[in-house]
């Protein structure tokens, strides 16, 4: 699949893949200044974004997709730097194709399994009538019945877009993503290995990587350094950017 994605600045490849119902948007203002040191790629993982949706959801779609973006723009090696679900697609391209990675990092995800978590979500995408609707306010009066953080209605109505018709639609493949969260929430199995040098990054107010997680870190990517923003929750580029900008640079200038 031939994924959509906006080149910014020169130097060695540095790819950034967003998490669940996100897009390359979302990492757009922390990409500029990464594009002061290196070739960003900012791309829209399959279903998301820009790209093409297909009902096939799993990570080895998405390993094959970043490879197949590899060979399109004659890369041999690539950095890479994936939040949430891009950074399951991240771990399972180093696994896969370890002499294509040169370093990566992982933000705020665990190579473990995670059961779905996204219902309520899904209720808030489910919640707005497409049809209806004439503006975005009104978009968000209607989900804010099942939403109640504004925070994040506003995250899931970044996708909000109008279609040939000039009617709301979804950007995001909604069917496809619910059809397949379950497989989004697989973890690397035994013998999955990346001995390279691995950055994990996590939120300190974010559960997602537990101490008890950083043994299985461990057990996959022998090299790994494992860094907590502190104040941070999930969303740890969007909360806290100048502490990732700090970390990640670090990292790769090392």
Do not use: C
């Not at 910014?8 to 950034?16: C, H, V």
């Not at 461990?218 to 502190?230: G, W």
Request: proline share 3%.
């Amino acid at each position: 699949m031939k994924l959509n994605y906006r080149k910014l600045g020169s130097g060695s490849p540095l790819f950034i893949l967003h998490g669940v119902f996100g897009s390359s948007d979302n990492w757009q203002t922390l990409g500029k200044e990464f594009a002061e040191h290196y070739s960003v790629y900012l791309i829209d993982q399959r279903n998301h974004g820009n790209s093409p949706h297909s009902s096939e959801m799993s990570y080895e779609a998405m390993v094959s997709d970043l490879r197949e973006l590899m060979d399109n723009e004659g890369l041999n090696t690539i950095d890479i730097l994936g939040h949430s679900m891009g950074g399951k697609t991240a771990m399972n391209f180093a696994v896969t194709f370890p002499e294509r990675v040169e370093k990566l990092i992982v933000v705020d995800i665990a190579p473990i399994y995670y059961p779905p978590h996204h219902q309520q979500i899904f209720e808030g995408f489910h919640s707005i009538d497409l049809q209806g609707i004439e503006s975005r306010k009104e978009a968000d009066q209607q989900m804010a019945k099942k939403v109640k953080e504004f925070g994040v209605r506003q995250f899931i109505l970044k996708n909000l877009t109008r279609n040939e018709e000039n009617q709301f639609a979804w950007k995001i493949n909604l069917e496809a993503i619910e059809q397949n969260i379950e497989t989004l929430g697989s973890g690397l199995t035994e013998g999955q290995t990346f001995d390279k040098k691995t950055l994990f990054i996590g939120g300190s107010k974010s559960d997602y990587i537990q101490q008890k997680d950083h043994q299985t870190i461990q057990n996959h990517f022998p090299q790994a350094r494992i860094r907590m923003v502190e104040g941070a929750g999930h969303w740890v580029h969007a909360e806290k950017p100048e502490e990732l900008k700090t970390l990640v640079l670090a990292f790769l200038q090392q």
